[in-house]
Each structure stands twice: as structure tokens, then as C-alpha cells.
């Protein structure tokens, strides 16, 4: 292949793998995926649901909104010991993922992070096309859905008009720091992620003002102190034990107002704002993919946990039936008997093997 | 002396309505998971390790409770509708000197 034929100096070699690297990434990028089973949701359950896949021979594509894989477990709770993982008295939630990622690996799953699974549409050869939010696409011949609580998303303050803000003023990730340049900006919250934007970008922004709940701050206290000596040299404007409770603005956004404890209001002048409140958790777009949904959460038959769409499974924290309980042992049981079927669908007219893998062992792809 | 088992709480719905609940002090429960099971309406998404607040209450009695650890005024700091009387409902653990509590679930977060 031309790539390990040429060698020039290590500057050029480097120079052919990033080159390589490119266009390998762009056609994943523009071709189709195929796969037997697109998972969406790269928790534990998704993981899992990999392994007893891998067992029955299909090949498992993951799609995650986060960055990396884990769900829950990675963004809120990577630090925290499970007790009732059987086989672990006492693990680590990031372990567990750490784990299961390794077990895995045999089966070489494919990933997409930082995606959301926006359409799902049936082919007329009955397989899955499904888009995400950046256009990625994938040919599937079933779905699991392994979405835990949904997905998270930014969460947006109780204020009527705010969404006709976004977009046009009102941020809620700061994606291009520098869109922010010579600007006034208003940024609100009081954990680390507004305190670190608040540094960051008081040498971006023309102003910044601070807005926060209470007298304090609870981020990291190295944080809080240098946000404490910007406000100090007059380089931003603190505004504690207030609340933004309004945004004006036609075109674009241009004022917040901004209400203090002690009653009094004051409007101020501002080109954007940042509410920097975490995530939470939501359902979005599976709402509506024709599902049958009953209190945020996904209705399956308990013998093979598909839903109302045939070829669609729903596994783990995401599904509801009589006696269901939201348990990751009991999310890693859903996935095998789920695979079962998806197995049926993907094969039609092949009988399927049951093996232990202390006979038959691991054989990966 | 015989240990007084169940208690008595009156929590408010976000209707305005007060429910009289008797509760059981010997199960382990939190205010989270009584008022789910009282179907009131909290959601209790995270299930109880202090990371949604979505099951935020309004103390209005004087009652001992615990002090608030990182997690909870952590996430006091980033939900919605907060005020001084704010905890989160899943860090109150249902023990018998909380007979008599009054508490007002908070408004829920549209997204």
C-alpha cells in the first residue's frame, strides 16, 4: 500500500499519517455505516449489549451524545463505588466502564460520540436508516435503545422568552471562544464551568459580568480566588445573591434583568448570555420515533425487550415494564435476551448457537 | 420506651394541595422516595445521590436536619427556583425526629 511504501524523512512520514488519518476519518465520515445493531447510549447496558452481541456474531455500532463512553456513570458519577455489580463487592463507576470497554474490544465495535440520534427511518428493504444531528448515517437491521435518562443536555432557566434568545444571544455551551470577542457577556451559575469561563474569557470579552444565586462560590477555590481578583482589579463584574429573571432584545439579544434577593431589579446591557447550569437529562428526540412512551420512559415486552417497533429494543434505565427496576445488573440481563432476537431479525434463516463462553471462549471479529 | 415507628409529614404538591402521609421510620427511605411513591410528582431522576435536583423541596418547620453535604448545595448552586429553605429531598432520610415535617416540593424545570 502507498502509505507504508513511501518513507521519507520522520517529518514527512508524520506529515503522510496525519494526511492518512484525514481522509480515513472523512470517509467514515461521508460513507453510510452499516451494521446488524446500532446502539444508542454508550452506558453500561450499550457496552454490554456489545459483548452478547459479539457472542452471536453481530456487529454493534454506538452512538453517544457525550464525548466518551460511560453515560451516567462517566459524566455524573465516575468516582462512586456500585455494590451490587454480581462478582465486584465494591466497584468504581469509571472502573466498571473502564471494564467493560475492555471487554469488548474483542468485538471491535464501531463509535460515534458527540452525537445525537435524531431520525430513524424504516428502509424499504425493512433495515434502519438512522441520521444523527451532524448527519452522520448508519444502515442498521435492528436498534437498541440504551438511553438511560435521555440525553444531556444543558439545562435551560425558567424564563418564558429565553428560547427566542438562543441562538441570538443566549448560549449555553461555549463552543468558539472567540465568537465572543470585544463583546459584553453576562454569565450566570455558580459552579466550575462559570467560574472557568468567566477567566477564560476576561481577556476575550470586552465586558463580563457575574451573576450569581448566593454570596459564594462553591467551584475549585483556586477558581474562586482568581475570579475573586478579576472582580477586584475591575476586570469583571460580580453580581451575587441575584438571579437573571428576564432577557430583551428584537433582533438579537440585548439586556438581561437581573433581580436581587433584597428585591431590588436592574437591567443590564449585554450582547450575549451564558447560562451555566450542568446538564440534565431528556428524552428529546426518541419521543418521536412512534414509540410507545409512558412517563419519559420506553414500553418493551419482557420476553425479548422489543418495543411496539419491530426491530427496535429498548434495554436498560430507557425501558418500563410491570416489576421493572433500574438496575444495571438487571440492564445487562435486557441486553442479552434482547441480542437473541435482534439475531432472528438480522439472520433470518439461521439457528442460533447457545454457548458458554467457558466452553466456546471469545472469538472476537 | 417504645420507639415511635411510623411519623406523620405533610408535604404540598406543586398544586397547592397538602398531603398527610404516614411513613415508615424503619426502612430507610428518603422524602424523595416517599413522595414517589406517594406519586406527587417528584421525579427523582438521578435516584438519590444528590445529582438532579429534581426533587427539590421548601422546609417550613423547624425541624433537626442534617447539614448539607458538597453534593447537595452543589447542585443547589445549578437547579432553578432555589431559596433559602431549598434541600433536596432524596439527602432527608425519614427518621422519628422528623414527625410533624412540612415541606412544599418546588416548581419542576421545563425543558
Known amino acids: 500500500m502507498l502509505k507504508s511504501t513511501i518513507v521519507f524523512s520522520k517529518k514527512w512520514k508524520n506529515i503522510h499519517f496525519y494526511l492518512f488519518t484525514m481522509l480515513d476519518f472523512m470517509q467514515i465520515r461521508t460513507a453510510m455505516i452499516q451494521t446488524d445493531i446500532l446502539i444508542i447510549g454508550a452506558g453500561p447496558v450499550g457496552l454490554f449489549a456489545v459483548f452478547e452481541a459479539g457472542l452471536l456474531k453481530l456487529k454493534c455500532h454506538i452512538v453517544d451524545v457525550l464525548p466518551q463512553p460511560g453515560g451516567q456513570l462517566a459524566e455524573v458519577y465516575p468516582k462512586k463505588p456500585i455494590y451490587d455489580i454480581p462478582g465486584f463487592p465494591s466497584v468504581l463507576a469509571g472502573d466498571l466502564i473502564t471494564n467493560l470497554m475492555e471487554q469488548i474490544a ?20 425493512t433495515r434502519f436508516l438512522i441520521t444523527t444531528n451532524k448527519g452522520t448515517e448508519f444502515d442498521a437491521a435492528t436498534i437498541f435503545i440504551a438511553a ?17 434568545f438562543e441562538e441570538i444571544g443566549v448560549d449555553y455551551v461555549v463552543r468558539e471562544p ?28 470586552k465586558s463580563i459580568t457575574l451573576v450569581h444565586r448566593r ?10 480566588e482568581k475570579v475573586m481578583a478579576l472582580a477586584r482589579d475591575g476586570k469583571i463584574n460580580v453580581i451575587t445573591e441575584a438571579e437573571i429573571v428576564g432577557v430583551n432584545g428584537s433582533a438579537h439579544l440585548t439586556e438581561v434583568e437581573i433581580k436581587k434577593n433584597s428585591g431590588e431589579s436592574v437591567n443590564v446591557s449585554t450582547e450575549y448570555w451564558l ?46 415494564y410491570q416489576g421493572k427496576l433500574k438496575l444495571i445488573l438487571c440492564g445487562f440481563h435486557e441486553a442479552t435476551m434482547a441480542v437473541q432476537s435482534a439475531f432472528a431479525i438480522c439472520y433470518p434463516d439461521k439457528k442460533r448457537q447457545f454457548k458458554y463462553t467457558t466452553v466456546a471462549g471469545i472469538e472476537g471479529f | 420506651m417504645e420507639q415511635l415507628l411510623d411519623i406523620t409529614i405533610y408535604v404540598t404538591d406543586r398544586e ?11 426502612m430507610n427511605m428518603n422524602l424523595m422516595e416517599v413522595c414517589k411513591s406517594y406519586e406527587l410528582g417528584v421525579e427523582g431522576t438521578c435516584g438519590g445521590m444528590a445529582l438532579c435536583a429534581s426533587c427539590q423541596v421548601y422546609v417550613h418547620s423547624e425541624h433537626p436536619l442534617h447539614e448539607q453535604m458538597d ?5 443547589l448552586d445549578q437547579a432553578f427556583f432555589v431559596q433559602n429553605n431549598s434541600r433536596l429531598g432524596c439527602q ?17 424545570t421545563e425543558q
Open chain 2, 16 to 26: 397547592g394541595e397538602e398531603h398527610t402521609l404516614t411513613v415508615p421510620t424503619d
Open chain 1, 215 to 224: 454570596d459564594s462560590f462553591r467551584g475549585h477555590l483556586d477558581s474562586v
Open chain 2, 92 to 108: 432527608i432520610r425519614m427518621i422519628p425526629e422528623l414527625d410533624g415535617l412540612k415541606v412544599t416540593i418546588a416548581p419542576k
Open chain 2, 71 to 75: 453534593a447537595e448545595l452543589d447542585m
Open chain 1, 106 to 125: 474483542p468485538f471491535k465495535p464501531g463509535f460515534t460520540f458527540g452525537e445525537r440520534v435524531e431520525k430513524i427511518e424504516r428502509q424499504e428493504n
Open chain 1, 275 to 320: 447560562p451555566l447550569y450542568g446538564l440534565s437529562p431528556m428524552l428529546g428526540p426518541i419521543a418521536d420515533w412512534g414509540l410507545n412512551i409512558e412517563k419519559k420512559s420506553i414500553l418493551v415486552d419482557t420476553t425479548d425487550y422489543s418495543t411496539n417497533v419491530p426491530g427496535i429494543f429498548a434495554v436498560g434505565d430507557i425501558n418500563e
Open chain 1, 148 to 164: 438511560g435518562l435521555g440525553c444531556f443536555e444543558p439545562k435551560r432557566p425558567p424564563i418564558t422568552n429565553i428560547r427566542d
Open chain 1, 178 to 205: 472567540e465568537k465572543y470577542r470585544n463583546k459584553s457577556i453576562v454569565i450566570s451559575g455558580g459552579g466550575d464551568s462559570a467560574l472557568d469561563w468567566t477567566i477564560f474569557l476576561a481577556d476575550v470579552a
